[in-house]
């Protein structure tokens, strides 16, 4: 069965670095989507992204989160200065179209930033 | 604003019936979801309700009431691999068409 995939499943880093991580969405999908999960807290959505193009973004997608899709295959969100309060698990999605009713969801990656 | 209330915390037995319920006020609807994620891993799609009524799917069920913004996700035959976390999640356009916005999740805990 198809499923997204996310590396590296784990990222430390100091604040202030740039970090990308990176995700391949399901092949035959159109819509790209990053979550993410404070430890303990709520999935929160960052961004969607269609047609080489951010559809939306939440109030955390600040200036220092940017999102890419480098070739036909990788989906990439970079943080250009990370802060301490960015340590999470950043999930990536996929859906084959807007309303799909279903978001499948990668493994995530944990970001540690000290 | 959007609200979407679910408890934080339930214990069932192996073999049981439980239930797990969400609250959700938002501006606008169009779907709601329940996941399951298990400690450390993804959310998995579990059940996709858009209208009112019973939708089920083996041993899980959910439950849509509109008029009351109110769901609740049925598990039967409890087994221990159920020990997860289960989040509500609503799809509502006034907030983006696209974006899920999710409930803070339910650990269910699965006793013998």
């Known amino acids: 069965e198809p499923e997204v995939t996310q590396t590296p499943s784990h990222q430390v880093t100091q604040m202030g670095q740039e970090v990308i991580l990176r995700c391949v969405p399901i092949?035959?999908?159109?819509?790209f989507y990053w979550y993410r999960q404070i430890l303990g807290q709520k999935v929160e959505f960052l961004v969607s992204f269609y047609n080489n193009e951010i559809s939306e973004k939440s109030e955390i997608f600040d200036d220092q989160f940017s999102v890419e899709r480098p070739d036909g295959s990788n989906f990439t969100l970079k943080i250009r200065s990370t802060k301490l309060e960015d340590s999470a698990m950043y999930f990536c999605a996929s859906s084959k179209t807007a309303d799909s009713y279903e978001q499948y969801f990668g493994p995530g990656t944990r970001l540690t930033v000290t | 604003g959007q609200n979407i209330d679910q408890p934080t915390e339930m214990t069932a037995t192996e073999g049981a019936i439980v239930q797990i319920n969400c609250t959700y006020q938002?501006?606008?609807?169009?779907?709601l979801f329940w996941y399951q994620q298990h400690a450390g891993e993804a959310p998995t799609f579990l059940s996709y309700?858009?209208?009112?009524g019973l939708e089920e799917k083996g041993r899980f069920s959910s439950f849509l009431s509109r008029s009351k913004g109110y769901s609740y996700l049925l598990l039967k035959e409890l087994q221990m691999k159920d020990s997860a976390s289960y989040l509500c999640a609503v799809r509502d356009p006034g907030a983006g068409s696209y974006q899920l916005t999710f409930g803070k999740g339910t650990k269910l805990s699965v006793i013998p």
């Open positions: 938002t501006s606008g609807f169009n779907g």
């Open positions: 092949s035959n999908h159109l819509y």
């Open positions: 309700n858009v209208l009112d």
